[in-house]
């Protein structure tokens, strides 16, 4: 809503592409989902497939559309352009998928993982912050932190 976003489908929508935006994880072995160490190359490739498996699952579907399926395709390409699997930019990457790209990396850091302990959630946004401009859109994280500091 803070982002103009009120219309109350077009919030269903949103909110139903986030509950997928993982889905391609079920192609992904668990002992790679899973593994408390270091990824290498080729399992790091393996959990970079995840969006397109994702995407290539979905769009199938008739009760999935264009702006749902670039969350999926999408949430883990960078502002900067470093992020994967196509290496989109900017205005390039879907606005619903900058959006969601923040929120994703929050909950990442803050839940637990094979790996790590959360983080708190401070840390978490504080890190988030300083990605703003390379692997966020500032605009989200400007919205994401007003969202997670207001009382």
């Known amino acids: 809503e803070k ?3 009120g219309d109350g489908a077009q919030l269903e929508s949103i909110a139903m592409a986030a509950i997928l935006h993982d889905i391609g994880k079920r192609f992904i ?3 790679i989902l899973t593994k408390p160490a270091k990824l290498d190359p080729q399992e790091r490739a393996i959990i970079e497939s995840h ?5 290539e699952e ?5 009760d999935m559309n264009h702006d749902q399926l ?7 390409e960078r502002f900067d352009g470093t992020g994967y699997p196509v290496g989109f930019q900017g205005e390039e990457i879907h ?4 959006m969601i790209a923040v929120v994703d ?4 850091m803050t839940g637990m993982r094979p790996y790590r302990r959360p983080a708190a959630a401070r840390d978490a946004m504080d890190h988030i912050c300083r990605k703003a401009g390379t692997h966020f859109d500032p ?3 400007a919205c994401w932190n007003s969202m997670m500091t207001t009382s």
Do not use: K, N, T
């Open 58 to 62: 979905l769009c199938v579907r008739d």
């Open 95 to 98: 606005p619903w998928a900058r």
């Open 3 to 5: 982002l103009g976003l």
């Open 29 to 31: 072995p668990v002992s």
């Open 70 to 76: 670039m969350i999926v395709y999408q949430h883990h």
């Open 105 to 108: 990396v929050f909950d990442a």
């Open 139 to 141: 605009e989200m994280v």
């Open 51 to 55: 969006p397109q498996r994702g995407y």
